[in-house]
């Protein structure tokens, strides 16, 4: 039993830490092999709506924004 109780507090660990990896870095998750597009099946974001730009073009707005208080932003708008 003792070896479970360590072997489950040694994973909560690691996924503790990797969480706050997550969280401190204030960086999208980003998959590590290009994800869909990889693959040849490109499909269209529900954000951008297929234009990469778009979404390249939040991300800078969202840097060089002066309001460091605002966490989120609606992804809903259409502009």
Excluded at 18 to 34: A, E, Q, R, T
Excluded at 43 to 56: F, L, R, S, V, Y
């Amino acid at each position: 039993m003792s070896i479970f109780l360590i072997t489950l507090a040694v994973m909560l660990l690691v996924v503790v830490g990797m969480s706050l990896g997550v969280i401190l870095s204030n960086k999208p998750i980003k998959g590590s092999c290009g994800g869909m597009s990889a693959l040849g099946m490109d499909t269209a974001c529900d954000i951008c709506g297929g234009d990469t730009k778009k979404c390249e073009e939040e991300q800078l707005l969202q840097q060089n924004s002066s309001v460091s208080e605002d966490l989120s932003y609606d992804a809903s708008s259409n502009d």
